[in-house]
């Protein structure tokens, strides 16, 4: 049992580690918009009844144009593009202004924090 101790430690560390990087990659921002399109590609319960905060469905409107575009988002990324279009006609560029976003955030940070050390010096 003691000699697991350490490789524990260690394989935290890692994680630690990984995490940190993710983060200082993507930041916050990033974090959430790649949470929420996770959640709207495991989400397949679109037509069932569940808890919401929307204001508008609380009060009984069906026909919310955010939860219609947050279906939208779902049905592009579960593949049914068609029914993307009866929900929301913007879910298909709201997917890939989101996309372009994260790509944005991804390109930015990298170039912040994991510029090589010798870039730019001239060794010749």
Same mark, same amino acid.
């Given at each position: 049992?003691?000699?697991?101790?350490?490789?524990?430690?260690?394989?935290?560390?890692?994680?630690?580690?990984?995490?940190?990087?993710?983060?200082?990659?993507?930041?916050?921002?990033?974090?959430?918009?790649? *949470?929420?399109? %996770?959640?709207?590609?495991?989400?397949?319960?679109?037509?069932?009844? $569940?808890?919401?905060?929307? =204001?508008?469905?609380?009060?009984?409107?069906?026909?919310? =144009?955010?939860?219609?575009?947050?279906?939208?988002? *779902?049905?592009?990324? $579960?593949?049914?593009?068609? $029914?993307? &279009?009866?929900? $929301?006609?913007?879910?298909?560029?709201?997917?890939?202004? %989101?996309?372009?976003?994260?790509?944005?955030?991804?390109?930015?940070? &990298?170039?912040?924090? &994991?510029?090589? %050390?010798?870039?730019?010096?001239?060794?010749?």
């Amino acid at each position: 049992m003691k000699n697991y101790l350490p490789n524990i430690k260690s394989f935290i560390n890692t994680v630690k580690s990984l995490i940190n990087s993710f983060y200082k990659l993507v930041g916050l921002e990033g974090i959430v918009w790649i *949470s929420a399109l %996770i959640y709207l590609a495991t989400f397949s319960n679109y037509n069932q009844n $569940h808890f919401t905060i929307c =204001p508008l469905s609380n009060l009984g409107i069906e026909n919310c =144009p955010g939860c219609g575009l947050g279906r939208s988002v *779902s049905m592009v990324l $579960h593949g049914q593009f068609l $029914h993307s &279009f009866d929900f $929301h006609l913007l879910g298909i560029p709201a997917l890939i202004i %989101i996309l372009f976003r994260i790509f944005q955030l991804i390109r930015n940070n &990298f170039n912040f924090y &994991f510029k090589p %050390i010798n870039k730019g010096v001239n060794h010749g």
